[in-house]
């Protein structure tokens, strides 16, 4: 796993970045006294770079440290997705993705340097004092939404002190494709979304990439190919893009899809058919125009298994996201055929916008080519929150893992009112009580939320290891010869993981005694897990989420379920902290089209959001309701208006999904 400094870092700067954020909104143009920068990086470059030394001729000015130049007109070229010269595997911006960043890890590591660590020295260099928690985070945010050399990014201005135009839509910097014979690059035709508004849509092109893809990173049957890495890179409006393959039998060019018409290139609204590659002309594609939907329901012929449980072959929830394998883990792609769309998005300037995005994928070499990768993408209890008016809850679900998963990655995904996402080793439950069974939190409940467990603990129990391969109480002479023929290399560790009694992935004579040892006296007894010690990963800002990797994939081996299972659970906070943020009927779009239950405005109000706010409406009728919100006596000040938070599709709504990536060796 990544070293506890990396998680521990990755949780402290999201819990910082979330209080900043919430203390930083924009300031009126006409409200503003500071100087006036035309853009975001503008303001950057004077408010960073300038003012903390780095254009200094002997920094990277004109004396070009490390070959950095960061003078303007200089220092976006010399900055955003090019290579770091100093340290492999870093860009000195990658645009989107501020931990591949070597710009943002090194300011990072010198402002919280018990968070972060730079690889070289943290910058700026002593004695420069290191930024301050706002310009770190102004940083951050110009980074994850694309670090767009134009355009205002919201509250840049107040968090550097200065001032900005009105934000407009950004306009994200083409992903660099891979090198011929490395790799191909597939673009989404692009799709316009109107001023201050919010839509899901799906819509269809097709693709086809066989005379990109040499034969030795091809298939077996040579109709797909494999790749090691994929990378998104996406215009900042999207919430989230998953992209699906069409796995039915309708033809591409059937009516079914709706109408095809060039976006874009030489000829921009002229009827096209799919599969004719080229015609739309340089920077054209064939497309049908975007529908409102919800992951893609009720869109085309409707036998391509889609639905809100469909993870797609690849997505994003970000401006910008990695997927790079464990060596000789793969993913595999049909050379060609029909690409659905699913993107949602929101815009809340005044212009309308363009949605764009690129994905990059780099071919997995023969040798690569041993195990499938897997994706965890656990709906079960999506819509499962249910949230009265300026309060707080907390809810928890178990993902049980398959014999022998190798986990390399964890993330979650939820919109904006999720506070606080934790995912625990174990399966934790209550036990005993009125709830007992029900998936809990270790740590209990805080923020005033009810307590799941309703006065009972909430445990998950552990039995060390000690080679009882069928966890039945007792170590057997058969089971004590398993760990032997596991030590001499005669069979795998997958045989009986419970014979790593010290979890070092192999079996040796230490744990063979512990295992004799287990066979003479007993096997120990059952004990509670450590709460501290099960925490794997806690996410705290929603449209940046942590998404942990681990360096050596977590091998669950164990027969026991419990050890093999994954407690996740998110907290929602509809008003709780900050009651001006509590969901409103009148501010809840509806969803594109009516699931029953899920997401929307409520039909009716619940509690005031002006005059008495928190409080109980009481009345038949609206007005009536307003009126029971006054703060007076025939004050005409009350609005009966905030809603439960529960589950959707729309930003207003939530979600709670668990994400990672997987391989099971020999699968």
Request: hydrophobic share 35%; aromatic share 8%.
């Amino acid at each position: 796993m990544l070293g506890s400094s990396w998680l521990v870092g990755g949780v402290r700067v999201a819990a910082v970045i979330a209080f900043v954020t919430a203390t930083a909104p924009s300031v009126r143009a006409e409200d503003c006294e500071g100087e006036t920068f035309p853009s975001t990086y503008a303001l950057i470059e004077k408010a960073i770079f300038e003012n903390h030394g780095c254009t200094d001729d002997l920094c990277h000015g004109s004396g070009k440290g490390g070959g950095l130049d960061l003078r303007p007109g200089a220092s976006y070229d010399s900055l955003v997705d090019a290579d770091a010269t100093s340290v492999a595997g870093y860009k000195r911006v990658l645009a989107g993705n501020k931990t591949r960043s070597l710009l943002w890890v090194n300011l990072a590591a010198k402002t919280l340097p018990d968070e972060w660590t730079a690889p070289l020295r943290a910058m700026p260099a002593d004695p420069q004092p290191a930024l301050s928690m706002s310009e770190l985070e102004a940083v951050r945010r110009w980074i994850e939404k694309g670090a767009p050399e134009e355009g205002v990014i919201e509250g840049t201005d107040t968090l550097l002190d200065a001032c900005l135009p009105p934000p407009e839509p950004l306009v994200i910097k083409p992903l660099p494709p891979p090198d011929p014979g490395k790799g191909v690059q597939i673009e989404m035709p692009p799709w316009v979304l109107g001023a201050n508004s919010e839509r899901e849509v799906c819509f269809a092109s097709y693709y086809d990439i066989t005379d990109q893809v040499p034969p030795q990173f091809r298939g077996p049957d040579g109709t797909t190919f494999r790749y090691k890495f994929n990378a998104i890179r996406q215009t900042p409006l999207s919430h989230h893009l998953i992209v699906n393959l069409y796995t039915g039998s309708t033809p591409p060019e059937s009516s079914v899809w709706g109408d095809y018409t060039c976006k874009g290139g030489s000829q921009p609204g002229v009827a096209c058919s799919p599969t004719a590659l080229g015609f739309c002309g340089e920077g054209g594609f064939c497309a049908t125009d975007p529908v409102n939907s919800i992951a893609c329901i009720g869109f085309g012929p409707g036998d391509g298994g889609l639905g809100i449980n469909s993870a797609g072959f690849t997505g994003t929830q970000e401006t910008a996201s990695e997927f790079d394998f464990f060596p000789g883990v793969y993913r595999e792609v049909p050379l060609k055929g029909l690409i659905l769309w699913n993107s949602h998005a929101f815009n809340l300037t005044d212009l309308e916008g363009t949605l764009n995005a690129y994905l990059n994928f780099e071919f997995a070499a023969p040798e690569e080519q041993l195990t499938p990768a897997r994706q965890i993408f656990n709906t079960e209890e999506i819509f499962t929150m249910n949230v009265p008016p300026f309060s707080a809850q907390e809810v928890c679900n178990i993902h049980q893992l398959a014999p022998n998963t190798n986990l390399f990655e964890l993330g979650s995904h939820a919109h904006q009112r999720m506070k606080r996402w934790r995912t625990f080793l174990g399966a934790f439950t209550c036990d005993g009580g009125p709830r007992t069974g029900t998936p809990c939190s270790p740590f209990g409940a805080d923020f005033e939320t009810p307590d799941i467990c309703a006065g009972a603990p909430c445990v998950s129990m552990v039995r060390d290891p000690v080679g009882d391969c069928n966890i039945d109480g007792e170590v057997t002479m058969d089971e004590l010869l398993v760990s032997v023929n596991i030590a001499n290399g005669a069979t795998g560790l997958e045989v009986c993981g419970e014979a790593d009694t010290n979890g070092d992935r192999a079996v040796s004579i230490d744990d063979i005694i512990g295992c004799v040892n287990a066979a003479l006296n007993g096997v120990p007894p059952e004990r509670a897990r450590d709460a501290e010690e099960s925490l794997l990963y806690v996410s705290l800002v929603y449209n940046d989420p942590l998404v942990l990797r681990f360096d050596e994939p977590m091998v669950f081996s164990r027969a026991s379920v419990s050890d093999r299972s994954l407690t996740y659970c998110g907290l929602y906070d509809n008003g709780f902290t900050d009651p001006a943020k509590v969901k409103t009927r009148s501010g809840s779009p509806n969803p594109p089209f009516p699931l029953p239950g899920v997401g929307g405005p409520c039909q009716t109000p619940t509690h005031c959001t002006a005059g008495k706010v928190s409080e109980p409406c009481s009345g038949t009728r609206q007005a009536a309701r307003d009126a029971s919100c006054n703060s007076g006596t025939n004050t005409g000040d009350g609005v009966c208006d905030a809603c439960p938070l529960r589950g959707g599709v729309t930003t207003e709504d939530e979600m709670f999904i668990l994400l990672g990536q997987f391989f099971i060796p020999g699968s």
